[in-house]
């Protein structure tokens, strides 16, 4: 069974860091291209990064490059969100997810394979 695990959200100031963790099971990260996405209060889900480790692609939404870094550590089956420079606009619920196809990770995301269950990011100004 494929199975995501999200962790490492919290509450930080404007200007802080936070290093999101993403526990994978029931495939091995170096097999799936592998995804953040976020959801603010009142909007839609949208992309932050994707990963696929097998040929090193990755993509970054334009609102979080040169802040954030998307990377793996397939030996512990987890993939990270290091998130730098944040802003009040960073505020969200952050999720994970995972499909075999790149095409998904960098936009039809809503069709991903596996979704993790959220982490919440609150970003104070």
């Known amino acids: 069974e494929v199975q995501l695990q999200a962790s490492g959200g919290g509450l930080v100031q404007a200007g802080g860091s936070l290093r999101l963790s993403c526990a994978v099971s029931?495939?091995?990260?170096?097999?799936?291209?592998l995804g953040w996405f976020r959801q603010a209060p009142g909007k839609g889900r949208e992309g932050v990064a994707c990963?696929?480790?097998?040929?090193?692609?990755?993509w970054y939404a334009d609102s979080v490059k040169g802040r954030f870094t998307i990377s793996t550590d397939d030996a512990r089956n987890t993939v990270y969100l290091q998130m730098t420079s944040l802003k009040p606009e960073d505020t969200a619920v952050h999720y994970c997810a995972a499909d075999r196809l790149w095409e998904y990770c960098v936009g039809h995301f809503s069709g991903m394979d596996a979704w993790g269950k959220g982490t919440q990011v609150t970003v104070s100004s």
């Open positions: 029931g495939f091995t990260t170096d097999e799936y291209s």
């Open positions: 990963v696929k480790s097998s040929d090193g692609s990755a």
